[in-house]
């Protein structure tokens, strides 16, 4: 459908961020294809050492999903996005095709070995996400292309992670939201990953914050060492939410707090990690 009615055609999946920019006529597009009506893009699944997404699946099934408990970060974000309403509705394909700056996904997701199954005339690609965001609201997917599928690799054993955004209610996008991904290899850290969302035009792997912990025992010195990277990594606009600096302040203090939570994670404690309200 979508290559025979041309550009003008909109992919229509839980709404949540489509909607509304109809309704503000930020977007009119000539047609709406409505993916809700084809079967089998809704589901969760365990299969070869991965967690298998249909694009259509929506936040509120895998806050609930016991094997989407299995990797902490995926339950975490999923389970603060928004509110109920919005988390019954919305998609993870959505999500991810949307590429909103302040979207949670894509920043909970990047610190995981994830992949992006695409599906257009020319057949199925797999990309990995790293390179599917291109930009704030841009991706690699051509107008006629839609994502069937999201692929998540089980991290290895003595694994822990944790998502945290910082929000001043609910129902509103983060102020800044951090993703921590661990492997342990007893008190030393194996590897690390860390991401900041909302502090950037898309999310930010901190790599100096995870060279900071990587191949060392985590402390306060390691860890303030890490916090302070992830500062320097961010490059936040100022806006309604808070200055710059306030939000590099509180990127530094959600990747010392999410790096504490992924420790105990890692060494096999049940860690309730939950997003914070301002
Ligand atoms: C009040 C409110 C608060 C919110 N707060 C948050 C928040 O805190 N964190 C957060 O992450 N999100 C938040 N959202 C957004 C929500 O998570 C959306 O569900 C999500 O961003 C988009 O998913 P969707 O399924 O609703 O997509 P839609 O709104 O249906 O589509 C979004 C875009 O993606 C395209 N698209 C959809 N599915 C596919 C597909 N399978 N393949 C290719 N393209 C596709 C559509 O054409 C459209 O351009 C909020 C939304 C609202 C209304």
């Given at each position: 459908?979508?290559?025979?009615?041309?550009?003008g055609?909109?992919?229509?999946a839980?709404?949540?961020?489509?909607?509304?920019?109809?309704?503000?006529?930020?977007?009119?597009?000539?047609?709406?294809?409505?993916?809700?009506?084809?079967?089998?893009?809704?589901?969760?699944k365990?299969?070869?050492?991965?967690?298998?997404f249909g694009?259509?699946?929506?936040h509120?099934?895998?806050?609930?999903?016991?094997?989407?408990?299995?990797?902490s970060?995926?339950?975490?974000?999923?389970?603060?996005?928004?509110?109920v309403?919005?988390?019954?509705?919305?998609?993870?394909?959505g999500?991810?095709a949307?590429?909103?700056?302040?979207?949670?996904?894509?920043?909970a997701?990047i610190?995981?070995d994830?992949t992006?199954h695409?599906?257009?005339?020319?057949?199925?690609?797999?990309?990995?996400?790293k390179?599917?965001?291109?930009d704030?609201?841009?991706t690699v997917?051509?107008?006629?292309?839609?994502?069937?599928e999201?692929?998540?690799?089980i991290?290895?054993?003595?694994?822990?992670?944790?998502?945290?955004?910082?929000?001043?209610?609910?129902?509103?996008y983060?102020?800044a939201?951090?993703?921590?991904?661990?492997?342990?290899?007893?008190?030393?850290?194996?590897?690390?990953a860390?991401?900041?969302?909302?502090?950037?035009l898309?999310?930010?792997?901190?790599?100096?914050?995870?060279?900071?912990?990587?191949g060392?025992s985590?402390?306060?010195?390691t860890?303030?060492?890490?916090?302070?990277?992830?500062?320097?990594?961010?490059?936040?606009?100022?806006?309604?939410?808070?200055?710059?600096d306030?939000?590099?302040?509180?990127?530094?203090?959600?990747?010392?707090?999410?790096?504490?939570?992924?420790l105990r994670?890692?060494?096999?404690?049940?860690?309730?990690g939950?997003h914070?309200?301002?």
């Amino acid at each position: 459908m979508l290559g025979q009615l041309g550009e003008g055609a909109k992919l229509l999946a839980g709404g949540q961020s489509l909607i509304p920019l109809l309704k503000l006529r930020f977007a009119s597009p000539a047609h709406l294809v409505d993916l809700n009506f084809i079967t089998d893009t809704s589901f969760i699944k365990e299969e070869g050492g991965a967690l298998r997404f249909g694009a259509m699946t929506r936040h509120a099934e895998i806050e609930h999903s016991d094997l989407a408990r299995k990797i902490s970060v995926l339950h975490d974000c999923a389970a603060g996005i928004a509110d109920v309403q919005v988390r019954n509705r919305g998609t993870i394909g959505g999500s991810l095709a949307e590429a909103d700056p302040s979207g949670d996904w894509a920043n909970a997701l990047i610190t995981l070995d994830t992949t992006v199954h695409c599906l257009g005339p020319n057949g199925a690609r797999k990309v990995a996400l790293k390179d599917f965001i291109l930009d704030a609201y841009t991706t690699v997917l051509g107008h006629d292309e839609l994502v069937t599928e999201v692929e998540v690799e089980i991290p290895p054993k003595g694994s822990g992670g944790a998502y945290i955004a910082f929000k001043r209610a609910a129902p509103v996008y983060p102020t800044a939201s951090t993703a921590v991904q661990l492997t342990m290899d007893g008190e030393v850290c194996k590897d690390a990953a860390i991401a900041l969302g909302c502090v950037g035009l898309t999310a930010i792997r901190a790599s100096e914050a995870e060279a900071a912990l990587r191949g060392k025992s985590l402390n306060d010195t390691t860890i303030t060492a890490a916090a302070e990277a992830a500062r320097a990594a961010a490059d936040p606009h100022p806006d309604m939410r808070g200055s710059a600096d306030y939000k590099r302040e509180l990127a530094a203090a959600l990747v010392k707090r999410a790096i504490h939570i992924a420790l105990r994670r890692a060494r096999g404690e049940q860690v309730e990690g939950t997003h914070l309200y301002a």
